[in-house]
């Protein structure tokens, strides 16, 4: 990386901390509970702060909570320019500040995010009974499926999104073939698949689960933890200040990440979205 990119991720990066300052101080007062989760996670855990290549951050909060968060009566009382919105295209929510204007290389992806943004994902609870849990998590991610082949040529668009190494091999056959199929995808309901797949999510509480799951990470299946894994969190230091996270990290970028989580990967191997930067 030259200087010149160098300085420009410091600079987002930097935005991010402070977006994420704004997002913590909410959280507190509201007394609702939030953890870095993904990437965030596994840069507290490897390099105590970003990945050094990462442009976002990601957080993930029990259901309650996240409603909580993205709740009109919450919006209202954001400073201007800030909002906490669910993004039916994403299916998670993103915390974002419209003051700060981003460019992300890929013409496509700068035109659907403009602007700064943490990522927010909900966690929800499972079937106690194992069998039941597969049964209701493959519903969902049947659901999550149609959804995202209704948006298949913007998928297809956006160079990111095609060449993404780690996405499981179905999807990456999904994504390259899935046109073929749109047009009868096309007919279903959006909004009315939308409201599905949330109700879907939300069946099971997140308190009375032992087992909880982000559906909509990126990481499908390993993203099913034992709560136990969350636990009470427990802060841990990230770029200059500190971030909670999951009680047992370790555990859980083990399971995300793999047995070499703490090894640096190929440079081809290192995942980011497009040359981000924020515009002055």
């Given at each position: 990386m ?20 704004i ?11 939030y ?9 507290a ?41 669910f993004?039916k ?10 003051t ?11 035109e659907?995010?403009?602007?700064l ?45 095609k060449?993404r190494?780690h996405?499981p ?16 995808i ?9 409201k599905?797949?949330n109700?879907?999510c939300?069946?099971?509480?997140y ?16 993203e099913?933890i034992s709560?136990e894994m969350?636990?009470?969190g ?12 999951y009680e ?5 970028v ?6 070499n ?8 191997d ?5 040359d981000?930067e924020?515009?002055?």
């Amino acid at each position: 990386m030259d200087n010149t990119n160098e300085n420009k991720l410091d600079d987002l990066q930097n935005e991010l901390l402070r977006l994420y300052g704004i997002l913590a101080d909410f959280c507190d007062k509201k007394k609702i509970r939030y953890y870095g989760c993904g990437g965030t996670a596994l840069g507290a855990i490897r390099h105590d702060g970003f990945i050094p290549w990462d442009d976002d951050m990601d957080i993930a909060i029990p259901r309650k909570d996240y409603e909580i968060l993205i709740s009109e009566e919450s919006n209202k009382l954001f400073d201007k320019g800030i909002s906490a919105k669910f993004d039916k295209e994403l299916l998670f929510s993103r915390f974002m500040d419209t003051t700060v204007r981003c460019s992300r290389g890929d013409s496509e992806w700068n035109e659907l995010f403009p602007y700064l943004y943490i990522d927010v994902f909900p966690i929800d609870g499972t079937p106690n009974n194992g069998l039941l849990r597969m049964i209701h998590f493959y519903r969902i991610m049947f659901i999550f499926t149609v959804l995202k082949l209704k948006r298949i040529k913007y998928l297809q668009k956006i160079e990111y999104m095609k060449n993404r190494r780690h996405r499981p091999f179905i999807e990456r056959v999904v994504i390259k073939y899935g046109h073929l199929i749109s047009p009868i995808i096309d007919r279903l309901d959006e909004d009315k698949l939308v409201k599905k797949y949330n109700k879907l999510c939300c069946k099971y509480d997140y308190d009375n689960s032992k087992v909880v799951c982000v559906y909509s990470g990126r990481y499908r299946k390993r993203e099913m933890i034992s709560k136990e894994m969350i636990g009470k969190g427990k802060m841990h230091q990230f770029s200059g200040c500190e971030i909670p996270i999951y009680e047992k990290a370790e555990e859980y970028v083990k399971q995300i990440y793999g047995q070499n989580y703490m090894e640096l990967p190929p440079i081809s191997d290192r995942e980011k979205h497009g040359d981000v930067e924020i515009i002055r």
